[in-house]
């Protein structure tokens, strides 16, 4: 029985999940600019984003940050969800500033599948991250991470405008929110340009921590 597709994404008030963007060369490339105001903003409002996955136990396992961390709602839920997953797929942008940030053991541990015009060779990450480059679509890179998955789900990792694009094709089953309490004011909009005419959401839970409020909905087509 073949999973679910769905994403998973922490979305500050006002509906954005990144800050203007930046160049990635300047955040996370060997020349980045740590003194450029921009930078810093940058930095500053991503870390007020995900205030709640930060200290983490699962997160700082994940990512070989030492031991500890905080434990609870969102420890529980950042787990669940990543025990959930048999393969992601992204898109060019995300994939690019990614290539720079992770670690040499990417986070993902499942194979990766980026919707990209670019043709590249498989690239192989300790840990048991591989990333595919699909240069026919979409529903080429999701119908190859569903075989890759098999009966585990898939996860559309992002960014926003790949999100879009599956929503807006009816491709998604269900979706998650952390809704962070901070204002970004501009920036990177989730759910800029998705068609409203088509898409429509049903509540299945709502679970509060002391930092964020994680927010599930089904989608189905109006």
Known sequence: MAGK?????????????????????????????Q???RVRRWMAQWAELHQAVLPQRFFRENLKLGEGGE???????????HERI???VMGKRMFEAGELAWPEEAPFHTPVFVVTHEKRDPWERPGGTTFHFVNDGIEAALEQARQAAGDRDVRIAGGAETIVQYLNAD??????????PVLFGTGVRLFEGVDVARVALE????????????????????
Do not use: C, W
């Open 5 to 33: 597709v769905f994403f998973g994404v922490t979305m500050s008030l006002d509906g954005f999940i990144a800050p203007d963007a930046v160049p990635v060369e300047d955040l996370f490339g060997p020349g980045r600019k």
């Open 86 to 88: 048999g393969a992601n």
């Open 203 to 222: 509540q299945v839970r709502a679970e509060p921590s002391p930092r964020v409020t994680h927010l599930t909905y089904t989608v189905r087509q109006r």
């Open 35 to 37: 003194d450029d105001p």
């Open 71 to 81: 434990e609870g709602l969102d420890n529980d839920i950042a787990r669940r969800t």
């Open 171 to 180: 491709l998604v089953d269900e979706f998650t929110l952390a809704l962070s």
